[in-house]
């Protein structure tokens, strides 16, 4: 058998990118698939991919308007079906398709659904052999009735885990000088509106608690500027922490030891640390919105609006209430039962039975 694989990453520089997440999902996926010819068709962003019999780079021009030599060149490699994220199989209704969706490819800020065109683009593409499209979250539509729909709940990787009261307290000493501290990824700098919003609402946290906590923001080095003209003169700037990690296990060090994850900034941004922080036995705080509820459920308090009073209100109660927090967390090691290697075997299942359809045709 030869499986396809169709990958086109926007970033892979940090460890909390959700592109990062999905290409150790297809290196530890192709490693399950050890009698079979793997080949690949992705960007200039993927530099190695070691075990894959073909490995064709493409630039973002190809990428965006070179959708009849794509199809022309998966059908020289003879694939018996394409394993494809984020966009449907370039390949179309020549070759079989298992398309994962991932939550920041149909889902947009402030919208609730896929868009109907973008889905009636995709049956049309594929409908006419045999797919499989797995969404991983839960979605109530007309168009996935259609489809031929699996909801698949995806899980970090393995580092990602509850860390012992010892660790705890020496990551808080690595990370804020001891002090307790909740920790974000990705703050969206170039939106300063909402940035000012939430350090609205973390001055009022500190104003009436008169804590020591910290909260600590994880940003790229080019992001370091626009966050320090954000916090300039800012009354409580010291407890801001300003951090760059480039591997997972420091970022799983830190996140296991935050006091809670606050998902601020679009969804598509983040849905990975917001899962990564469930299977971390750390709770999480955003605005509401139905790929976190789907992903985190009850492990994650959900704030209607962003509005500086209501913000800081949950936050007040996220650190003030112990006996909340505790329910929190046990929900987070609940969904915990559901390992890393239980969501790869299962993608590889649905490969195998697309592959085994193919065949069936084919015969």
Known sequence: MRVGIEFFPSALHRPWEADTYWWQVIQDLISLFPPTDMICLTNQHVHALSPVLIHRQISSFMQRYGALWMRVWWEKQQPDCIFSIHKPAHAGKHIPSCVLMSPDDGYRDQQNDFNPQQLQRLWDRLHTRKHLIIF???????????????????????????????????????????????????????????????????????????????????????????????????????????????????????????????????????????????????????????????????????????????????????YQDEYLRKKMIETCYQQRKYTYDDFLHTLQSYVQSLQADAHTVNS
């Open 136 to 318: 991983p979250f839960s979605l109530g539509s007309k168009w996935t009735s259609a489809l031929h729909a699996v909801y698949v709940y995806p899980v970090p990787e393995v580092a990602f885990c509850p860390c012992s009261w010892e660790d705890e307290q020496r990551h808080r000493m690595q990370f804020a000088d001891g002090h307790p501290y909740f920790l974000t990824a990705a703050i969206p700098v170039h939106d300063t509106k909402n940035v000012v919003v939430w350090l609205k609402a973390f001055s009022v946290l500190k104003k009436r608690l008169q804590s020591s906590v910290r909260w600590l923001w994880l940003l790229k080095p080019e992001q370091f500027a626009p966050a320090e003209r954000i916090l300039q003169g800012y009354a409580f700037r010291s407890d801001i922490i300003l951090r760059d990690t480039l591997d997972i296990s420091t970022l799983a060090a830190a996140l296991s030891s935050a006091y809670a994850y606050l998902a601020v900034g679009p969804v598509r941004t983040q849905w990975r640390m917001a899962l990564a922080s469930v299977y971390s036995g750390v709770p999480v705080m955003g605005i509401r919105h139905p790929v976190y509820e789907a992903l985190v459920a009850s492990a994650g308090m959900w704030i209607a609006q962003e509005d500086v009073e209501i913000i800081a209100a949950h936050w007040l109660r996220l």
